[in-house]
């Protein structure tokens, strides 16, 4: 039972550059979430997904976009990569109406130059 | 808009004392408020968490504190060990939004020998 696992782990972009992280969990959670960490500010939510299928945007969606075709797989893409998307990105999944508890990923560290 | 507030912002303990974080939130909605310990280099896990129907909550020497009236809670560690060096996150959600964390800014906690 490997958890919550992300991919890659470490990536350099160069500004306007495109990439996509990808998410994969098996304890069959229906809610899954990005969120990015940033110093001092917490963690924020970029986009989450309720269901296979579904998408929605959380408090800073903008410059990003998710795909949920797969109850186990969640992925963020960044289309033209900005200096200010340099962050840690973090993947989470949680129980469908639990208790709230989610699990998160070992994290993406994003730079963009 | 911060929903929810986090002091301090980094604290120095020395082993065996008490660490005390404190958090205060907005939301009369939140129903659900978890804190999150996170290890440099890895994801954010539960540590514990409280619903406001009761005022306290104790796991080992992990405590919650919870104040409905004040909308503030807080995180106390007792006989705080080295190994308890982390940064520690509050959060809260509310029913049927998802689980949709808002998470504080983070407190970097270091236990001293």
């Known amino acids: 039972n490997a958890g919550v696992t992300q991919t890659p782990k470490f990536r350099v972009l160069k500004t306007g550059q495109s990439m996509t992280l990808l998410c994969a969990q098996d304890?069959?959670?229906?809610?899954m979430y990005w969120y990015r960490q940033d110093p001092g500010m917490g963690l924020r939510l970029i986009h989450y997904?309720?269901?296979?299928?579904?998408?929605a945007k959380g408090e800073v969606p903008d410059g990003y976009n998710v795909s949920r075709l797969k109850k186990q797989n969640f992925l963020l893409g960044l289309e033209s990569a900005a200096p200010s998307q340099t962050s840690v990105y973090f993947c989470?999944?949680?129980?469908?109406?639990?208790?709230?508890?989610?699990?998160f990923g070992p994290g993406t560290r994003l730079t963009v130059l | 808009q911060q929903q929810v507030k986090q002091s301090p912002q980094s604290l120095i303990v020395q082993k065996g004392g008490i660490s005390i974080i404190n958090c205060a939130y907005e939301?009369?909605?939140?129903?659900?408020f978890p804190w999150y310990q996170q290890f440099p280099g890895k994801g954010p896990a539960l540590l514990i968490a409280?619903?406001?129907?009761?005022s306290e909550k104790k796991e080992g020497r992990f405590t919650i504190s919870f104040n409905k009236s004040a909308k503030q809670f807080s995180l106390h560690i007792m006989d705080s060990q080295p190994g308890d060096s982390a940064t520690y996150f509050c959060?809260?959600?509310?029913?049927?939004?998802?689980?949709?964390?808002?998470f504080g800014t983070g407190t970097r906690l270091q236990v001293t020998l």
């Open positions: 989470a999944s949680s129980y469908l109406r639990g208790a709230g508890e989610q699990f």
């Open positions: 409280i619903r406001p129907d009761v």
């Open positions: 959060a809260a959600s509310s029913s049927g939004t998802a689980s949709k964390l808002t």
């Open positions: 939301n009369t909605a939140f129903d659900y």
């Open positions: 304890m069959n959670h229906e809610y």
């Open positions: 997904s309720v269901g296979e299928g579904t998408t």
